[in-house]
């Protein structure tokens, strides 16, 4: 029996023995934890500062302005990255024609007419009431003269010059209908200034029927009296 008592009062004696060594390492940190913690933060501030020194050192160390370009590399003829990717008869693609310009007189003449459209709206007021050529010009203005540009626009810019089968060419054809814009507001511009011409010569007919009549009668009968006796 005494043989069973021997394990255990070896494990007691471990356990004791143990619980020694960790008292007193338990004594030693509670003496000396404040110099653990300064030790520690030692050791983190060099273990941060002291890789970035050295990479701060290897970059001062390191850079030597830009590498110079080989000879090798100077003489290859540099080549643009589409090149490389495109096929070789890509090149030879047949690009949509660009849309032809106006000209500078024609230019100056839509300018023209777009300027009589402003002046003749100004005096809307003086046409008569319903008037066709009120109408006429407040649609050369929104409709007439924008789409007859934009048909010409349309057209590409190597067919400008192309005969069509009357023998006329886009561009001629795109003046003669400017030119019909342009002499049609002419027409409304000297109507307008007919009219004024006219209502200025039925005053001067009333003035006259009113005043010059008055005039021509005897004194008596202008004032409403008999004449004398």
Do not use: C
């Not at 024609?97 to 500078?104: G, R, S, W, Y």
């Not at 649609?139 to 010059?161: C, H, M, N």
Request: aromatic letters at 6%.
């Amino acid at each position: 029996m005494w043989l069973l008592f021997v394990p255990l009062v070896i494990l007691v004696v471990l356990v004791l023995s143990g619980m020694a060594l960790v008292g007193a390492l338990v004594g030693l940190l509670s003496l000396g934890w404040p110099w653990l913690l300064i030790a520690a933060g030692v050791w983190l501030f060099w273990h941060e500062d002291g890789p970035r020194r050295r990479s701060g050192k290897r970059g001062r160390r390191g850079w030597a302005g830009p590498r110079p370009i080989s000879s090798a590399a100077a003489a290859r003829p540099t080549q643009p990255a589409a090149s490389a990717s495109t096929p070789s008869g890509a090149a030879a693609s047949v690009q949509p024609a660009a849309p032809p310009e106006l000209p500078i007189d024609v230019q100056v003449k839509v300018e023209q007419i777009r300027r009589k459209v402003e002046v003749l709206l100004g005096y809307a007021d003086r046409f008569p009431p319903f008037s066709q050529d009120l109408f006429l010009v407040r649609q050369t203005a929104s409709e007439y003269l924008p789409k007859t540009i934009e048909a010409f626009l349309r057209l590409p810019k190597d067919g400008v010059q192309t005969p069509s089968p009357d023998g006329t060419t886009p561009l001629q054809e795109l003046t003669s209908q400017l030119d019909l814009l342009d002499t049609k507001l002419d027409e409304i511009a000297r109507d307008l200034q007919r009219q004024d011409m006219d209502r200025l010569l039925a005053n001067r007919r009333f003035l006259q029927e009113r005043f010059l009549t008055r005039s021509a009668a005897p004194p008596e009968q202008v004032a409403g009296g008999e004449p004398a006796a």
